[in-house]
């Protein structure tokens, strides 16, 4: 007799499993052993001539969960370990890491038949920058394209955006709902972003896309700038609300750029306008072809990022370390009234900012401690040796990086060194005076360190190095000096009630912020 349709002798094996253990089962034991393979190969069979690798038991994930949560514990750990270089894996890629002055050099003066930053940072930024631009032309028009990005940055376009520093800054004070009467309470992030953006482009990007920014583009920069996360690095393409956002905002702040540029065309004022917009219209690239009206768009969209994006998020931490030292905050406000008196001056000049010696050296202490990228990435082209030292043996070993690997550099790591800075956890701004001389052989002279600023070599590189390095720090420092001087100048800042210290840093995105809400305690600073 044949057994029933749902008898259990269809639906189990020999060995007594259903159907559906069976279905379950096989997947189950294929990852399991996939992982205890990647186990072993870890702890068996290690290629001595590569850098050491960071264990790990899932094989995707690797590394990434602990690396993501602090990335710069996460150095400072293996460091210890392993030395200078070491490997681990982020996302299913093997990411070799090369720390300290000599590691930031090889990553980052690594020339161009060996390493690529385009080939890592293209998919991320096309989708919110454009094409034909930054990572998606040839190293060589790349760089014609930031020379001509330098057209508003000479010292005589610095001399005109002080005075548009404080106007905005003031007219922002004035009318935000969270700064009137007396005293109150603001969200630091929240507020610097938009403050940063409207000077930014003020400045950077001339009148017609200032007046855009009391509209609708102000909020369509926003909806790019939440599209800048580490999973759109690593998985671009992926249909999150994020990025449909993003998409529509590029495609309409693209269509605002080439109807100012269509506009000025048409009055023939791109040939006049002494703006970045008038100088992408006017220049030519070295073969005699004309910047094109969707690379002239999709290059302000990316001046104006640069411009704005890490400035922000170095302005929010500069107003909360100076709330935790009303001390600081006093002497700030003396050296103002040292250069300006009672009052400060809204057209300022030049000389003016650079005498608030303070306020530099607040911006660059900040700038040590709070790097906006703390994690500067390179795709390896072909395969290459560098020589670090065992931590243990105190020898020298030489190391091979594959071509399937990515370079990490991370300059933010030397700047939290005891090797180069004397109690390197501790904001102090006066580190930084040129006068100041090491009293023993573990503290390093400032002024040395300045001197070292602007090598790859240097401990401190808030602006990397190399050709990718950011051709914008005479105007951060200008930016974030000129704004926090009409901060200080007319408000104090404390933190909540019960509230001790700084905030923690978010990791999240790609430039590294305050967790938020961020708030301070500001009242208005009566005159003395």
Known sequence: MLPAPNSPNLLSSSLGLSLIAQIFLIPTVSILLYIIKYVLQQLLFVDKTQPPVVFSWLPLIGSTVEYGIEPYKFYAKYQKKFGDVFTFVLIGRKHTVCLGPNGNNFVLNSSLSETSAADIYRDLTVPIFGKDVCYDCSPAKFMEQKKFMKYSLTPEKLQR????????????????SCFQGNEGIFDVVENMSPLTLFTASATLQGKEVRENMNGNLAHLYHDLDKSFIPINFYMPGLPLPVNRARDIARKKIVNIYKDIITSRRANHSGQT????????????????SPVADHEIAHTMIGLLMAGQHNTYSVASWILLRLATRPDLQEELYQEQKSVFGSELDLNASYDDIDRLSLHKMVARETLRLHEPIHTMLRAVKKPLTILSKDPETSSDRMYRIPKTHILIAAPGVTCRSEEFFHNPEEWEPRRWESKTKPSDDTQKSTLELSDLSRGANSPYLPFGAGRHRCVGESFVYLHLCTMVAYLVHHFTFENLPGKVGIPLTDFSSMITRPIVPARLVWKRRTRN
């Open 161 to 176: 955006y002080i005075p548009l520093f404080l106007h905005e800054t003031r007219d922002y004070i004035q009318s935000a």
């Open 273 to 288: 306008e002494d703006d970045m917009i008038g100088n992408l219209i006017r220049s030519t690239y070295k073969d005699g």
